[in-house]
């Protein structure tokens, strides 16, 4: 390799200058820069499919989401078209007949504008807006007001309801109170929905290396071994639905994921169903 510059002075040039170096290893040279430039063009291709692959995958869940919520509506809109227009166009309707078809309406709208709420609670979710902030609270206290209320329901859905003594034994726990005690709502919700009369609910909880294991069990209807790897998707309703949006599991996961903890669930098609999620203890 030879480089030349030339010599400067205020006259003119009056010379130059070259260096001489005997490139020997030509051939080891640009075998490195074929590594390189292999090694370079693989892991850019590599991660562009990635990136390619994602943006795909994320436009599916677009699609099949924006599918879903429309699926979702069609049904309690067009129910809630016909009964209006029966309303409105027959004349000398039955008085008993209207507060049919005005309860079914309101119960269309409640049923729509909460599936809307968990929509919103879920998207709020997903891109991090909600407040995972944790503290240190006792178990016994922060959940009383949820045993309390879902306690009235059972009885009067006659089920048995029996919260373990051991959840008061439990040392604090570091998490967000709010955000845990919704997840309790909906899987307790979730199991007063699939027990019949004479059934029962169990809470209970244990401690496994400094975390709380929360079990929620029922002895209801279960979920088959079809449903099961399904059950915490977006609007996925297994063939027990009953009724609801099929967006309360999905929430729960997500929040639990916002958490940094875990939740996972147990069933047989007619034993009854357990879900467990995991606190961090103090």
Known sequence: IMIGTPIRESSGITGAAFLIKLQADLHGSIYGFLIYFSAFYWLS???????????RKLDQIQQNYIANV??????????????????CDVENLDATKQRIYYGIILQEMNQQSHMVQEILELSKLQSRERDFTKAYVSAAEAFAPIFEKY???CDCAHISFRVSAALSQLPSLYTN?????QVLEILLENALKYTDDGGSIEVDAVGVRG??????????????EEDLPHVFERFYKCSRSKSGSGLGLAIAKEIIAGL?????VESELGTGTAFFFSVRLK
Do not use: N
């Open 45 to 55: 291709a590599y991660f562009i499919s990635t990136y390619i692959r994602k943006k």
């Open 177 to 181: 109170a709010s955000c845990v005690g």
């Open 260 to 264: 940094k903890e875990k939740i996972w």
């Open 211 to 224: 975390q709380a294991v929360f079990s929620i069990h029922d002895d209801g209807t279960g979920i088959s």
């Open 151 to 153: 306690s009235m329901l």
């Open 70 to 87: 429309t699926h979702a509506l069609k049904a309690p809109i067009a129910s809630v078209k016909t009964l209006t227009e029966t309303l």
